[in-house]
């Protein structure tokens, strides 16, 4: 299975800042996708992340406040801007199995508090 | 989109059987089912997958009808340590529009 690391694994921010998160993984994936977690929610799916393709975000999300980078087959990043409290919340980045077994594997998420 | 339902949470105790129903009336032809566990300040877990019949590995077993509008995650002779929400999702991965939905999930409370 692939090992997924994430950065920073928990941060407080004030509202109006931005938080770049970054995924790291340890093999090279074509898939990554970015989930939030709310607090004692389920995961909701931000936006899927194609190396050398604009990311795919799901309704209620828009680039403007969750632009996401994929520079290569191993990393991604997913920035939260202009952070209000509501964006409180554990952000997760997964990547498709790449032994083709059609499923993925989670990272340890990212905690974030806005104040 | 094949939407999943499972019940909010169940509770068992140490030494039993869990098993947890699914139902996903809309599956799809080339839908797999597959099942994750997430622990607190975690993330999710893969557990199990299949397509019909039965599948089994050695933590769980998938038990899936004929008709795969339902599914059956069986746990074997839980422990405190499987205390955890279970989700149970549909849907296929390299269809170039693969999306996965999260359900509500199922929340096992284990006790002593």
């Known amino acids: 299975s692939a090992v997924i690391s994430q950065k920073p694994s928990r941060d407080i921010c004030q509202r109006g800042t931005s938080l770049t998160i970054q995924c790291q993984v340890d093999s090279q994936v074509t898939m990554m996708f970015w989930y939030r977690q709310q607090p004692g929610q389920s995961l909701t799916l931000i936006a899927t992340?194609?190396?050398?393709?604009?990311?795919?975000?799901e309704s209620g999300f828009v680039i403007d406040k969750f632009p996401i980078s994929r520079p290569n087959l191993t990393f991604s990043t997913l920035t939260v801007s202009n952070m209000s409290p509501e964006d409180s919340s554990i952000y997760l980045c997964s990547v498709e199995d790449f032994w083709g077994q059609e499923t993925q594997y989670f990272g340890p998420g990212t905690r974030l508090l806005v104040l | 989109l094949a939407k999943t339902t499972q019940p909010i949470s169940m509770d068992s105790y140490e030494g039993q059987e869990v098993n947890i129903t699914c139902s996903h009336n809309?599956?799809?032809?080339?839908?797999?089912i597959t099942w994750y566990q997430q622990f607190p300040s975690q993330g999710p877990r893969f557990i199990i997958q299949g397509y019909k019949t039965k599948v089994t590995n050695e933590v769980a077993s998938l038990f899936i009808p004929a008709d795969r509008k339902s599914s059956t995650l069986s746990l074997p002779r839980v422990s405190l340590s499987d205390t955890a929400v279970y989700y149970c999702l549909v849907g296929a991965l390299n269809t170039g529009g693969f999306k996965t939905i999260f359900g509500a999930g199922t929340r096992l409370f284990v006790k002593a």
């Open positions: 992340a194609n190396q050398g393709s604009e990311a795919t975000y």
């Open positions: 809309n599956i799809a032809t080339n839908d797999y």
